[in-house]
């Protein structure tokens, strides 16, 4: 049985390209980036590299380009580091009912140490409307953090206004955008974001590494602190091989996106179409079209998610339900719930996140297998009709 | 995450439906946590001839119902009485510790379908 | 040219087989460890077994093992989440004046949120004698962190004896063992700490990836806030590849610590003895025989750290002068200056710390080679005679 993986937004396989890339910087090339002998610098060219590829992907400067552990990682560094280290600036931030729990368990940390945290509703599409966040900002307003794409249903937020309008009220803004660099554009001056966070392996790059994007208007403080590597802002051994992977998949991901992008919006439409079509009692959670390509999120009336996974994947079907870092537990989605859907249906979302190696024949699959997987366990439900 | 077992009872329910003229029937769990559970019971005698299930809810939901349904046919009332979540949990060969507390409630679903079976006696 | 690399406390190449252990982990088990389905339930068996092996390593349970990007991260979760979440019970901490960065700049960024540190002196050995830590503990010390082993010197500590004291005054204990995990036996239990870091680059597993070993009685928190991940204890997408490289370094470096120790040990103390009488005016920094097996640290008078290296390498010798992490600033080392050393002797400090793979051949290259650098350096100088 092929195995059909739908589950991108979880996270990618490493491209093999990538893979390749990384591989004399584990037996080979395994100094450290900051000693001064050959090996070293061997390893500090190549971490350079990665730095311009990155920044190349985003529009921004390799000196305006931090390596993290990953995208969590940076954006504890965007809210907590920018937070603790602006006490003058103001206590109160700005953020969504949406966001990552990377983004709102910072704020909540904040919040026991008596910083102020706003967080705005969403529209029952997930979009973060501009006229909310006017109406939030406040004088001591120091941050606003809204995600650029929700990893959950899709929505893509319209985070060139909404970083206008914060910028206007003199805050600084941060943008989790984990989700789309690398399969929309990604631009930081046309977004005009001060601070965003991306990761590698949601770009069919490694897991463990990530950067946060830093103006210098911003002057980002360290979160971790220790040693003086990127430049005083991340300590800890530069972890080369990550980051010359994390480089590696900028470049490739900057050369394929049109391409990719297009195939996947259109993978989506019909993956979309076709389930609304096929299975009654069947909603699209998120925007119908200002969407991540190639993401889909639906909600089955009377059946449960973790169910839908496990017989989905008897057939070779991966997907998720809700969050991957959140299937753990047996709380609904938050990000369903703020987009206004009711419990019982939240409990029953499915999210298939396609990527650059899925097929129309993935779609017909799917289209094929969900139906009575959908059916088989309506019958067994003592809800519903 | 889950056992043999339990992925077995989960793709292969026993005992799944409805009794129409069911003599006991007990209901447990909400939508808001994510696992409801409906037994129907046949009573002839203090035994239970036949029972069947209905369940939303996860694989756990679903492979601990089952498992009751087996577990409880052919018993007699107060045998039935005598099984436990967690002895539902142990034949399947224990589930995943996050899911004791939610999931586990196939026990509970049968001591209700009893209760009500004896209400109506009364 | 053969090239003979010594400057394992940096980092070490990652081992054959460690690399093997995490290959296919990038590319084809490539699932988010958190995922139900097939790919993320094989991910996530992969991480409980090196979760078992690293525990094993170092007596410890699986379960207080918490896997971090490295021993940087871990030192901060140690120091920072312990202290911002124990406020109630001390805002006191001890540590010593030859640590890490990665623990003095967190005590020092400790300190600008108010809490008090007390920096223990060290003898000239670059030993923290217990008696000084006895009369620095106070009602209100929450946490002592001091090292097993320091990078620079090599010297060892006494924690056994330092952690009974700090026990007994009722405060945490903390360790970064990030020099001797894998090096030196290691067991929590035998040692008495509550908490230690390690870090993988430095037993031949790969850069980005360490652990925090914390027991019960702590209650450690997180400090990167986010998924659920690490039993809520750090999160972040699971590092699959990195950690299967962490337990399968660890689970070698057991098997053969005993043989390579004594080997490393007999290097060591050859390679000091021949430097000692080869070089006049040079002398050994830290502890004679208490020391990192295979880890030398010596100070030339009248020259300078950075040339010396800069002149190894051109022979094919990798070396460091100081702590790699620090090799970017133009500081002496904060260590050598603890032990008392001049600041002239300081900057003509080199440090040679050899690994697995060093022979009897790489010492007596070295031993050939730098007597004619240091007096070729020397016969540059304006100091001296
Ligand atoms: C929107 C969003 N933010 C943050 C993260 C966390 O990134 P990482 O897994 O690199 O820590 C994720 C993915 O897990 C995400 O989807
Ligand atoms: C004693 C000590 N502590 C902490 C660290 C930092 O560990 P890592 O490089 O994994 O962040 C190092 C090495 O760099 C070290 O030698
Ligand atoms: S659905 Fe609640 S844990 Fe099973
Ligand atoms: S020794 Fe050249 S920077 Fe000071």
Same mark, same amino acid.
């Given at each position: ?5 739908? %589950? ?6 490493? %491209? ?19 000693? #001064? ?30 390596? *993290? ?10 809210? &907590?580091?920018? +937070? ?44 973060? @409307? ?22 959950? #249903? ?33 631009? !930081? ?69 049109? #391409? ?17 079509? @096929? ?24 059946? @449960?998610?973790?169910? &839908?996974?496990? +017989? ?17 537990? *047996? ?36 289209? @094929? !297998? ?16 | ?122």
């Amino acid at each position: 049985m092929k195995s059909i993986y739908m %589950d991108h937004s979880a996270t990618t396989p490493v %491209d093999k390209q990538v893979f390749e890339a990384m591989v004399p910087y584990f037996t080979e090339i395994y100094g450290n980036a900051a000693s #001064v002998h050959s090996q070293g610098r061997q390893a500090s060219r190549a971490v350079e590299l990665a730095r311009e590829q990155v920044a190349a992907l985003i529009g921004a400067s390799p000196e305006e380009i931090i390596f *993290t552990s990953g995208g969590t990682e940076a954006d504890n560094q965007a809210i &907590i580091a920018y +937070m603790l280290a602006n006490r003058s600036k103001g206590r109160h931030i700005i953020t969504s009912a949406i966001e990552h729990h990377a983004v709102l368990h910072c704020c909540d940390w904040l919040a026991r140490q008596g910083f102020e945290i706003t967080v705005l509703p969403v529209n029952p599409l997930g979009v973060v @409307e501009p006229a909310t966040l006017s109406k939030a900002l406040r004088p001591d307003t120091a941050l606003v953090s809204i995600m650029h794409a929700n990893n959950e #249903v899709g929505t893509l937020e319209p985070i060139a206004e909404l970083a206008a309008i914060a910028h206007e009220a003199g805050a600084v803004f941060h943008t989790d955008a984990v989700q789309t660099v690398g399969k929309i554009p990604v631009d !930081v001056r046309e977004l005009g974001v001060d601070l965003l966070s991306a990761s590698a392996h949601k770009l069919y790059g490694p897991k463990g590494v990530g950067c946060l994007y830093s103006n210098k208007k911003v002057g980002i403080t360290g979160f971790v602190h220790g040693g003086g590597q990127e430049n005083g802002k991340r300590a800890g051994t530069t972890n080369v091989p990550g980051i010359v992977g994390f480089g590696k998949a900028a470049e490739l991901a900057g050369q394929n996106l049109p #391409v990719r992008a297009a195939k996947l919006t259109e993978l989506g439409q019909r993956l979309i179409k076709g389930l609304l079509k @096929e299975i009654p009692h069947t909603r699209l959670n998120g925007h119908p079209t200002e969407r991540l390509p190639g993401s889909v999120s639906v909600s089955f009336d009377y059946v @449960e998610g973790e169910s &839908i996974l496990l +017989m989905l994947d008897s057939y070779g079907i991966m997907a998720s339900s809700g969050s991957a870092c959140t299937s753990g537990s *047996t709380d609904p989605s938050h990000v369903l719930l703020a987009l206004g859907i009711p419990v019982e249906s939240a409990h029953g979302s499915l999210r298939l996140t396609m990527g650059k190696d899925n097929t129309d024949a993935d779609v017909d699959r799917v289209l @094929e !297998v969900l139906p009575t997987i959908i059916k088989k366990l309506r019958a067994m439900s003592p809800l519903g009709h | 995450m889950y056992s043999e077992k339990v992925m077995d009872h989960f793709e292969n329910p026993r005992n799944v439906g409805e009794i129409a003229d069911a003599d006991g029937v007990g209901l447990v769990g909400n939508p808001t946590c994510g696992d409801i559970m409906k037994i129907y019971l046949k009573i002839d005698n203090d035994v239970i001839t036949d029972i069947k299930f209905k369940t939303f809810g996860c694989g756990a939901a679903i492979a601990t119902s089952s498992m009751v349904t087996e577990m409880a046919k052919g018993k007699t009332l107060d045998e039935a009485l005598r099984l436990s979540n967690q002895s539902v949990a142990e034949a399947l060969d224990g589930l995943p510790p996050q899911k004791m507390h939610c999931s586990n409630l196939a026990a509970d679903a049968l001591h209700a379908a009893i209760d009500n079976y004896r209400e109506k006696q009364k």
